[in-house]
């Protein structure tokens, strides 16, 4: 009788393990079908060896644009680098970092790419299982043309039924750790003035942008 209940027991309790184990798998692998769909189409358009040429820069930003709209949460990424000073800042201001943000981001990304021999890539199987099911860490092996390795590691949060890019880590740093503290120093320098720190991260992160808005 009792190994009879201790047999039951333990059916339940593996049961329920699988279910609670399936849900945080089946995220892992819908966000890592996520990231796996966007490299591959990314990685597709660089075949096209016009893209590489300086005069065709602006057309390869808007394609990455497009393939990343649907994939990177620009608006969150964003409040996230500003950090303390998100509170502080009006709507405007808001809404005119996130579009220079989203510029810088472009940018970062499309510079990265050009000017590297991309051989093939990997997604890394998961070590172990997100605590949190909506937020999922996916890894990427990509190997050069001459052979060396690269960890590309995203962080993907699950929201209102998408699956969407909040941070990149390549070889260990951190991006949006790397832009906040450039935020951060920017607004040192004017005195906690976010307006002001906008306007110096238009003229020194990102140029062209200043540039375009002065014109």
Same mark, same amino acid.
């Given at each position: 009788?009792?190994?009879?209940?201790?047999?039951?027991?333990?059916?339940?309790?593996?049961?329920?393990?699988?279910?609670?184990?399936? /849900?945080?798998?089946?995220?892992?692998?819908?966000?890592? *079908?996520?990231?796996?769909?966007?490299?591959?189409?990314?990685?597709?358009?660089?075949?096209?060896?016009?893209?590489? =040429?300086?005069? *065709?820069?602006?057309?390869?930003?808007?394609?990455?644009?497009?393939?990343?709209?649907?994939?990177?949460?620009? /608006?969150?990424?964003?409040?996230?680098?500003?950090?303390?000073?998100?509170?502080?800042?009006?709507?405007? =201001?808001?809404? *005119?970092?996130?579009?220079?943000?989203?510029?810088?981001?472009?940018?970062?990304?499309?510079?990265?790419?050009?000017?590297?021999?991309?051989?093939?890539?990997?997604?890394? /199987?998961?070590?172990? *299982?997100?605590?949190?099911?909506?937020?999922?860490?996916?890894?990427?092996?990509?190997?050069?043309?001459?052979?060396?390795?690269?960890?590309?590691?995203?962080?993907?949060?699950?929201?209102?039924? =998408?699956?969407?890019?909040?941070?990149?880590?390549?070889?260990?740093?951190?991006?949006?750790?790397?832009?906040?503290?450039?935020?951060?120093?920017?607004?040192?320098?004017?005195?906690?003035?976010?307006?002001?720190?906008?306007?110096?991260?238009?003229?020194?992160?990102? /140029?062209?942008?200043?540039?375009?808005?002065?014109?």
């Amino acid at each position: 009788m009792i190994k009879q209940l201790f047999s039951r027991v333990a059916v339940i309790v593996s049961a329920f393990m699988l279910m609670v184990a399936m /849900p945080a798998t089946a995220s892992w692998e819908e966000a890592s *079908q996520v990231v796996d769909d966007a490299t591959g189409k990314m990685f597709s358009l660089l075949e096209d060896p016009s893209y590489r =040429e300086e005069a *065709q820069f602006d057309a390869l930003m808007s394609e990455i644009d497009g393939l990343l709209e649907p994939v990177v949460d620009f /608006p969150y990424i964003s409040k996230l680098v500003m950090g303390k000073y998100y509170r502080k800042a009006s709507a405007d =201001e808001r809404t *005119q970092f996130s579009d220079v943000f989203r510029t810088t981001l472009l940018k970062t990304y499309a510079k990265a790419i050009v000017g590297f021999d991309i051989k093939g890539y990997e997604i890394v /199987p998961a070590k172990k *299982q997100s605590p949190k099911p909506d937020k999922q860490i996916v890894t990427v092996e990509v190997t050069s043309g001459a052979g060396t390795k690269y960890l590309l590691v995203y962080y993907m949060r699950k929201k209102q039924g =998408e699956w969407r890019l909040v941070n990149v880590m390549l070889d260990g740093v951190n991006l949006r750790l790397t832009f906040k503290n450039q935020f951060a120093d920017l607004a040192q320098k004017s005195r906690g003035d976010v307006g002001r720190t906008v306007a110096l991260w238009k003229e020194h992160v990102d /140029p062209d942008a200043s540039a375009a808005g002065n014109g």
